[in-house]
């Protein structure tokens, strides 16, 4: 597969080069961590290309790669990543790539490897790096390449920053829902406690005095989901397909109106989804979902709280996991009156509202970037301006 072919013409000045011309690569046998178990959050960060990237830290003070910047590479996933700060790695699949000379920008050249668009012939086939090194990615002179560099990393910045932020709020979320549908929040808006607000015991935790305890099924009917056919999804249905993994297509047929919650049947079973209230949905045979009928009921506050109980200790089975609806009846739930529930559901939903707006504006990011990839590193928009105006 050559690249040159999807980009018929280059700017002056550019040239097609292949990535053996410009970068060396390196076994990491002296870099991989021997300890299996690695320190949690602490010591040198233990790496992979993939997804996962960080996979955990070590306290082996030896064998740390600190000749940076490099280009971790997998030759299983052609997956990178690049990086500039110690690390060790897990095993000798993931290769160091490095600037062959001074007139190669590192950050330009993991960029532009993005285009090459290679993935292994199957699941099973490695793509080692000698050939992938065989394959030509447009280079402009060394300027150009620094100045693309800047902008591409100015916005990858940006994505990191929003990240943290999402993160934060993530973590905000997860601290005081425990806090909520533990304790409980007054008229004024105050967490309850002991020591102001009477609380008892219950076959959960201590709970606000006025709260009781009740069980999944007897707010409402766990309904299984059912099989829709392929001629039967349509990309602009008015109804939403529901499967274990979330929203998963559209259709016209609807097997109920929210409001309700989509639980797992089988396969990723701590997935749990809202339906509000008004939108058409249909559930495939894989997942449930539950049809409230208690009156006293504000179904976003079951939804939260259902994200507390770990539905992997509910699993059965020894191969797919798999949930019993018996067992999802029994599911405890402690049950504030209906205006707490409220309160409680309403403060958690701006949480989500502000991480779903700090999530839409790094979707936003990530196409600006994918798109200025495609043209700043083609020659396609030049840069060459920007570069005159310093010099």
């Known amino acids: 597969m050559n690249n040159e072919k999807e980009f018929k013409d280059l700017p002056e000045g550019w040239k097609w080069a292949r990535l053996e011309e410009v970068i060396l690569y390196e076994q990491p046998q002296k870099y991989i961590v021997l300890a299996e178990n690695y320190e949690d959050k602490s010591g040198i960060p233990v790496l992979t290309a993939g997804k996962t990237f960080i996979l955990g830290f070590t306290n082996e003070n030896f064998g740390i790669c600190n000749n940076l910047p490099v280009i971790l590479f997998d030759d299983f996933t052609t997956d990178s990543r690049f990086v500039n700060f110690p690390f060790k790695v897990k095993s000798s699949a993931a290769k160091l790539l490095r600037a062959r000379d001074k007139n190669i920008n590192l950050f330009y050249i993991f960029n532009a490897m993005q285009l090459i668009k290679l993935k292994p012939g ?7 790096i000698s050939e992938y090194s065989r394959l030509s990615i447009p280079l402009p002179p060394l300027p150009e390449q620094q100045k693309i560099a800047e902008i591409l990393e100015t ?3 940006a994505i990191e920053k929003t990240d943290k932020i999402i993160e934060k709020y993530k973590r905000i979320k997860q601290g005081l829902m425990q806090d909520l549908i533990t304790k409980g929040i007054d008229e004024n808006g105050n967490i309850r406690n002991e020591k102001t607000h009477k609380f008892k015991d219950s076959p959960l935790v201590r709970i606000p005095e006025e709260w009781e305890v009740v069980r999944l099924g007897e707010m409402g ?3 299984y989901g059912e099989r829709l056919n392929e001629y039967e999804y349509f ?3 008015s109804s939403i397909v529901y499967g274990t993994t979330g929203i998963i ?19 990723s079973i701590n997935n ?3 339906v509000k209230e008004g939108q058409k949905f249909f559930v495939i045979d894989t997942a449930f979902y539950v049809k409230f009928t208690k009156t006293e009921v504000y179904v976003k506050y079951i939804y939260y ?3 507390q109980v770990n539905f992997e200790l509910l699993n059965e089975a020894t191969g797919i996991p798999s949930l019993n609806r018996e067992n999802l009846k029994n599911i405890l739930i402690p049950l504030p009156p209906l205006p707490e529930q409220q309160r409680i559901a309403e403060i958690l939903s701006q949480i989500d509202k502000t991480i779903e707006k700090e999530e839409q504006y790094k979707e936003k990011l990530k196409r600006l970037k994918q798109g200025l990839m495609g043209d700043l590193l083609t020659g396609k928009v030049r840069v060459n301006h920007l570069v005159e ?3």
């Open 155 to 157: 916005i990858d910045n």
């Open 235 to 237: 990309e602009d249905g």
């Open 272 to 274: 749990k989804f809202y």
């Open 221 to 223: 009917e766990i309904i």
């Open 122 to 128: 199957s699941e099973h086939k490695r793509f080692w």
């Open 249 to 267: 297509a559209r259709t016209e047929k609807y097997i109920d109106v929210g409001e309700a919650i989509i639980l797992p049947r089988k396969g």
């Open 305 to 307: 709280f259902l994200h």
């Open 389 to 391: 105006e310093e010099e």
